[in-house]
């Protein structure tokens, strides 16, 4: 089926050092993307999300590159804490004909090492 | 503000049976859209409504159904259950745009 393709199905990192969680789209038309973040047993959380407009925004330890030249998105956590672990989704909205409907992509697991 | 809800949480059904799901989205969101999760596809979108209608629809069969009812609270229906519906079904509401979409905590449906 449709998804957005990640690089990566696990990243394993240290308690305090930065995370970087890559994600690659391959639709032109994709105007808006978001961030969520999901924990065993929860729904998908909202983390951040950036329009094609734009080529970064931050968060609160968290930011999120876009560069629509390679189609390729990033999430940054600064001072990654175990409270991070989880799952990681990128989700693309491909456009105004695409009411309501979010692409995602297959996750990547973080694994914080204390 | 409360987030969205979703009821059941858990729900064992057998091969043959109709299952409905309620979603209740965060108050002023009057888009619902519903997904399946499952370890192998991953989030596969399902349907959207807005203001009791469907807006979009995903690649699932006809046994997959929705509603959305005049309060923004929305229903989907899977008829004739199958082993493969055997996953998490997410509900996320927002805006008009149906962009920014916030997502319940699921039910988690187990087809025997």
């Known amino acids: 089926g449709e998804s957005v393709g990640l690089h990566l199905p696990t990243l394993s990192v240290q308690e305090g050092d930065n995370s970087i969680i890559n994600c690659a789209y391959s639709?032109?038309?994709?105007?808006?993307f978001i961030w969520y973040k999901q924990e065993s047993g929860k729904g998908p959380q909202f983390i951040i999300d950036?329009?094609?407009?734009?080529d970064k925004r931050q968060g609160q330890r968290v930011t999120v590159l876009l560069n629509k030249t390679v189609k390729h998105l990033s999430l940054q956590i600064a001072a990654t804490q175990p409270g991070d672990s989880a799952v990681y989704f990128c989700?693309?909205?491909?456009?105004?004909?695409?009411?309501?409907?979010?692409?995602f992509g297959q996750g990547t697991t973080l694994q914080v090492k204390p | 503000k409360a987030g969205v809800t979703q009821t059941p949480r858990y729900l064992i059904k057998t091969r043959g049976q109709q299952v409905t799901l309620s979603c209740s989205p965060i108050?002023?969101?009057?888009?619902v859209s519903w997904y399946q999760q499952t370890p192998g596809q991953g989030l596969q979108f399902l349907f959207e409504?807005?203001?009791?209608?469907?807006?979009n629809k995903g690649n699932f069969p006809g046994r997959f159904s929705g509603r959305q009812f005049s309060n923004s609270r929305s229903e989907m229906n899977v008829s004739t259950l199958e082993l493969g519906d055997s996953a998490l079904y997410l509900c996320?509401?927002?805006?008009?745009?149906?962009?920014?979409?916030?997502f319940g905590p699921g039910t988690r449906l187990l087809v025997l």
């Open positions: 996320a509401s927002s805006g008009e745009s149906g962009e920014t979409q916030y």
């Open positions: 950036i329009r094609s407009n734009m």
């Open positions: 409504y807005f203001s009791e209608t469907q807006r």
């Open positions: 639709n032109s038309a994709s105007d808006y």
């Open positions: 108050s002023g969101h009057r888009s």
């Open positions: 989700a693309e909205n491909r456009g105004s004909s695409n009411t309501g409907k979010l692409i």
